[in-house]
């Protein structure tokens, strides 16, 4: 049974977990969410802007080909592979490819080396760029991020990740200067949304109410 | 009394002459004025140019957030600096552009209206990217911008403007994670003047400890301006510390020589009033001092201090000093007189440098030489102890007499000479005066590492472009821009700096105006270019009214653009002289000067390759060359005098060949020793000359009067024991340009004094005579 919910990528077997809060702490999260690479998980993507009629959703996947390398592929509604790897973030798009170096956005780099942070279970590392904060019971958890760089904390307010059990369902991101709330939806919740299209619906898919 | 009124006198002197006395430091002023407008505009760019006024500077040694907050602080503060005409640090933002009237120019600005029209299948193109940049992480970044630059032409510029390497942003400041926040500052005083870069090198760090933490923070600085402060800094404190021993040793010699306190404060005094006065003559003949011509006038007028000495060694017991002065006056005067005479040859030159060095060796020697003639004898004890009665004296002489003098040793040893300077390795001259002042490696290191990080321009090389105005120079500037990309491209440089990059010639962005849609073409285009995208409609109503505003603006020139934050950028590229507009552009990263110089040479006199470096040793070149010329006419002269004051052309050879071939003897070792010849080494040959001749003089005189022929010994041997104590310690000196002055005089002097010693007639009619 370990054996096959450790093997696994993200499945709600963790749902089995007893609920009570004992042993239940940020380790405990960081323990389960630890996934060595290679790894794979589909999102999906709802980004709201002033501009747009409607929002955008968008659907693809994340993936970790290397403890190094971090690939954001969408393939709905329109195909763009971005790849962040040694410093760089290549863009390939249908119109053509651009490069440009994270030297120029460090906070893009701060968010690169907080996910490597995060799955490669570092507590300390992610201590160190963030306060902490931790919610719920281990079916159903929420893990506050708030940047401790100010250089981050300028553009982001907090960062929260809603999961079951071993499962990293939902990342929800406060920009800092009053943007609006965007939200990443993985694994199960990336399934489940399949079909939902009301707002609603998405937040309790994210949160893990639904 | 006297004694008092002359001491009070000098030091009244000294009070006006360091009040009105600022040596420059500008080497211009000491070479040969230009004589096309481009040598003239060569010279003011080798210490004025935008690449030799630039300071690396770095902070460091606190966490980044604190060094960033100290960057920007620092930047605030040096930008409402006069001192300072550019500060940058990163946070290139462009505001400037944005908040303003320019903002619509954009599209004039950026050469995308060269390759594209604004027409739907092209804004469809661009509407469908902006779309997905607003489904990425990076969307909430470019939502404002978006209504009024769908195209992101502002980005496009910003592109073009940001420099081909710039070091990583930190908090929006340059932050380099072995030098932490780099800046670089552009000075208005130029790189060679130490003066005026020490002032502003020390309100770079004085407004940096005006900041909280300022203080705290290790600051370094690199650039020429920077090394030109540091190297004459240390010139000068080995110099002075040099000067110190040597003094010491000076004194200890004169008290053993003469055992009298009196002696040795009178006779420092005719030198001392020699160079007194030759600055008050430089002060009143010239606008402006050069430090080099203090420094080798100093030099020469080492001479000077054989007068007072030589008066000293031929007192007579129980003669009065003014008899004494009396009896050795022709001789010293023939020595003063040929001096002098000789260097009214570099005022002919016509050079500044070398008239303000003969005026103030000229007046010197008088001074000093009259001086002992007329003043110091009046202050010398009466009674003195004659040097002819020592005992160690007569058995030198004894000794000296007795030296074998084969006939044939001068013309060995010239033959030597001619073989040694035909067969000694490498080149003969030394051109770069760089050289002789070299700076530590580490420093140089770290300066190619900043200036790499920060994409500085080399100091060395730049194109100039020609043409009747600023628009002239700007098409120029366009026209080149493909050519430098292919350079670019093959690896001759990392990047150039055109004046076109910022602002187009007026012609380009009039073609750019014809391109642009007017409101119902554009308006159109946008309605079908938006069709099946998701974007709310009357999105981009700002874009159309900013496109509508850049087809009827006025273009901008150099003048208008001026306003922007890159005006004075483009104002210190563009110079204008003599009814014509020269555009300077600074290279970085020059790995083939060739192909360059190819590119420049394929444009005729419109486009100029300069090379500062070369340009600089060629200006040595012709300086030195001038040298060489008053040298041969000085000495002319000299034999002229000579052959004058002693009305024998044999008494003449006598005191000319010994001085003339150890002056040729001293370039033979040295040049044999692998030496390169320099300036600094010419002057020093000079004044080993000036020292050889009173040898020879003195000798070549030699008495039947044994007791005079010892006082003759004495004083020369005081005065050899004297110069090769002062330079002797400069040849220990290990920056080079003291070491050449130091071990030329040294040499030089032994050289004389065993040459006009083994050649001094005397020997042979004692010989004869036995």
Known sequence: MMLWCSAALPLPCAVAAPAETAGFDVDWVLRKLARPAPMRTGFVEVRDSKLLQRPLRVTGEYRRPDADTLVREVRSPYRETTTIRAGEAVIARAGGTRTFTLDRVPELRQLQASFGALLAGDRPALERLYAIELDGTRARWALTLAPRDRQLAARVQRLTLFGRGAELRCIETLPADGGRLQRTLMAGAARAAAGIDDDAGLVSLCRGSG | ?770
């Open chain 2, 1 to 770: 009394m006297l004694a008092l009124a002359w001491v009070a006198a000098l030091v009244w002197l000294g009070w006006m002459v360091a009040r009105g006395l600022h040596p420059s430091g500008d080497l211009r002023e000491f070479m040969p004025r230009g004589q096309t407008p481009m040598q003239r505009l060569v010279l003011d760019e080798m210490g004025d140019g935008p690449g030799s006024r630039l300071l690396l500077v770095s902070l460091a040694g606190l966490p980044p957030e604190r060094l960033a907050a100290l960057s920007k602080g620092l930047a605030g503060l040096l930008r409402c600096d006069p001192r300072y005409t550019q500060v940058v640090n990163g946070d290139f933002d462009l505001t400037g552009l944005v908040d303003r009237r320019l903002l619509p120019y954009r599209y004039l600005l950026s050469p995308t209206l060269d390759r594209q029209r604004l027409d739907a299948p092209y804004l469809h193109v661009q509407l469908t990217q902006r779309m997905q940049d607003l489904g990425s992480p990076a969307g909430e970044l470019l939502e404002e911008w978006l209504p009024s630059d769908p195209t992101l032409e502002l980005l496009a510029i910003a592109e073009r403007w940001r420099p081909a390497t710039m070091p990583p942003l930190y908090d929006g400041v340059w932050m380099s994670a072995r030098d932490g926040a780099l800046l670089l500052v552009q000075t208005r005083a130029p790189g060679f003047d130490p003066t005026a870069q020490q002032a502003a090198i020390a309100g770079i760090g004085d407004a940096l400890r005006a900041l909280a933490d300022g203080g705290r923070a290790t600051l370094t600085l690199s650039g020429p301006g920077y090394f030109s402060v540091v190297l004459s800094a240390q010139t000068r404190r080995q110099a002075d510390w040099i000067g110190l021993v040597s003094t010491l040793g000076f004194i200890v010699l004169v008290l053993l020589a003469y055992r009298s306190a009196g002696a040795l404060l009178l006779g420092a005094l005719p030198v001392l009033s020699g160079a007194l006065v030759g600055i008050v003559a430089l002060l009143s003949w010239f606008p402006s001092v050069h430090g080099i011509t203090l420094a080798f006038g100093f030099t020469l007028l080492g001479v000077a201090q054989e007068y007072p000495l030589r008066v000293l060694s031929h007192r007579r017991a129980g003669e009065s000093a003014l008899t004494g002065v009396r009896s050795l006056w022709p001789l010293l005067a023939t020595a003063i007189a040929s001096a002098c005479i000789a260097y009214l040859a570099f005022y002919a030159s016509g050079v500044g440098g070398l008239q303000q060095l003969a005026v103030f060796t000229i007046t010197g020697l008088l001074v000093a030489g009259l001086s002992t003639r007329y003043l110091l004898p009046l202050l010398l004890p009466s009674q003195v102890r004659d040097v002819a009665g020592m005992a160690w004296l007569a058995r030198a002489r004894a000794s000296v007499d007795r030296l074998p003098r084969p006939r044939w040793l001068p013309w060995l040893l010239a033959l030597a000479a001619v073989a040694m300077l035909v067969a000694a390795p490498g080149a003969f001259w030394q051109n770069d005066l760089a050289a002789l002042t070299p700076l530590p490696q580490a420093q140089l290191q770290r300066d190619l590492r900043l200036r790499t990080a920060l994409g500085a321009p080399d100091v060395r090389y730049l194109l100039v472009l020609r043409a009747a105005d600023a628009e002239g120079v700007l098409r120029l500037s366009e026209r080149l821009e493909p050519e430098i990309a292919r350079l670019r491209a093959a690896g001759a440089l990392a990047d150039a700096e055109l004046p076109s990059r910022y602002l187009p010639s007026l012609h380009r962005q009039r073609l750019r105006q014809q391109r642009l849609p007017d409101r119902p073409a554009l308006e159109a285009a946008l309605r079908q270019a938006q069709r099946e995208l998701p974007f709310k409609a009357g999105t981009f109503a700002a874009f159309v009214d900013d496109v509508q505003r850049a087809r009827a603006a006025e273009p901008l020139d150099a003048a208008a653009f001026a306003a922007s934050p890159l005006g004075e950028r483009l104002a210190a590229m563009l110079r204008t002289r003599e009814g014509a507009t020269f555009g300077l552009v600074t290279l970085n990263g020059v790995r083939d000067p060739a192909a360059l110089q190819a590119l420049a040479r394929a444009h005729g006199d419109r486009v100029q390759w300069l090379d500062l470096k070369a340009s600089a040793e060629a200006l040595v070149v012709d300086y030195r060359d001038r040298i060489l010329r008053a040298l041969a006419v000085a000495a002319m002269l000299l034999v002229l005098t000579i052959v004058v004051a002693l009305r024998s052309l044999r008494r003449a050879w006598h005191v000319l060949a010994p001085m003339t071939l150890a002056t040729f003897l001293v370039l033979a070792v040295e040049r044999m020793a692998g030496i390169e010849i320099s300036l600094f080494h010419l002057v020093a040959l000079i004044l080993a000359a000036g020292l050889g001749l009173h040898y020879a003089l003195f000798f070549e005189h030699d008495s039947d009067d044994p007791a005079e022929q010892r006082r003759i010994l004495h004083a020369t041997l005081v005065c050899v024991a004297s110069a090769l104590l002062v330079f002797g310690m400069l040849a220990l000196s290990d920056i080079p340009v003291l070491r050449a002055i130091g071990l030329t005089v040294s040499l030089g002097v032994l050289f004389h004094f065993c040459l006009s010693l083994l050649m001094a007639p005397h020997a042979h009619r004692a010989e004869a005579a036995r």
